[in-house]
C-alpha cells in the first residue's frame, strides 16, 4: 500500500433536519485495505458509507479519492464518477429479478458505456474465481442467497472501481455463506488489490479486517 490515501475525508458533518448523523468526521483510506465501521444501530454508519460512496453529499466536509475533492463535481459528474470508482454491495442483493445473473453483473458497465471484450473477459474470470460461472445464466429466483450475494459482489467489481463499499453483505446469510462471502473479499483483494470499506455487525469479520473504526453517535471512537 502506498503512503498517499486513496479515500481522505475531512469534517463531514451530515443533519436530516434537526438530527445531527456524522458530527465532524475524519479518516482515510489505503488502497487495498480493507477496512469493517462497526457500532450500534444509528450511529450513522450508513451514512457514511452513502456519503464516501457519493450517493449522498455532506452537509459540511469533503470526500478526496485520490486528492480530487468529488463534492466539487456537478451533480452529473459525479454520477459518472460513482459508475467507473465505487462499487456497492448491500445486505439485500438487489439483483434484477428480469434478468439473468449475468446481465445484472453487466448493468453498471452498460450504463456507463464501458463494456467492452475485456470487460466480458474480466467478468468470466471473476465468475471463475467465485465459483458461479455455471450459474450465470440463471434468474436471481433460481439461485441460492450465497449465490445471489456473489453475483452482486461481480457487479460491483465489474468496473475495476477504485473502491467497494459494502452494507451489512453478510446480514442475510448463514455462517457457512457468510464466512465464504468474507473469504472472497480477502480473496478478492489478494487477486486485484481491491479495497474495501465494509459495514458489519459480523465480529469475525470486524476481527480480519485491517483495521475496525469504531462509529458512536456519529463519532468515530479513537
Do not use: W
Not at 25 to 41: C, D, H, R, W, Y
Not at 142 to 151: D, I, K, V
Not at 193 to 205: A, D, K, R, S
Amino acid at each position: 500500500m502506498s503512503d498517499a490515501p486513496l479515500i481522505q475525508a475531512n469534517g463531514l458533518i451530515k443533519r436530516y433536519g434537526a438530527l445531527p448523523v456524522l458530527r465532524g468526521i475524519n479518516l482515510s483510506i489505503q488502497k487495498g485495505e480493507i477496512v469493517a465501521v462497526v457500532g450500534p444501530s444509528g450511529a450513522g454508519k450508513s451514512t457514511l458509507l452513502h456519503i464516501l460512496g457519493t450517493v449522498d453529499r455532506p452537509d459540511q466536509g469533503s470526500v478526496y479519492y485520490n486528492n480530487t475533492d468529488v463534492m466539487r463535481l456537478a451533480d452529473r459528474e459525479l454520477s459518472r464518477f460513482r459508475n467507473r470508482n465505487v462499487g456497492f454491495v448491500y445486505q439485500q442483493h438487489q439483483l434484477l429479478p428480469e434478468f439473468s445473473a449475468r446481465e445484472n453483473v453487466l448493468l453498471p458497465a452498460m450504463i456507463g458505456h464501458l463494456r467492452t471484450p475485456e470487460t466480458d473477459a474480466y467478468m468470466d474470470d471473476l465468475f471463475g474465481l467465485m465459483d458461479i460461472r455455471l450459474r450465470a445464466d440463471h434468474r436471481p429466483s433460481q439461485l441460492s442467497g450465497g449465490e445471489q450475494q456473489r453475483f452482486a459482489v461481480a457487479r460491483a467489481l465489474i468496473n475495476r472501481p477504485k473502491v467497494v463499499l459494502a452494507d451489512e453483505p453478510s446480514g442475510n446469510l448463514d455462517t457457512q455463506h457468510a464466512r465464504q462471502l468474507h473469504d472472497l473479499f480477502f480473496t478478492l483483494r489478494q487477486q486485484y488489490g481491491q479495497t474495501f470499506v465494509i459495514v458489519t455487525h459480523n465480529p469475525e469479520l470486524a476481527a480480519r479486517a485491517d483495521r475496525t473504526l469504531h462509529l458512536t453517535d456519529g463519532q468515530l471512537d479513537l
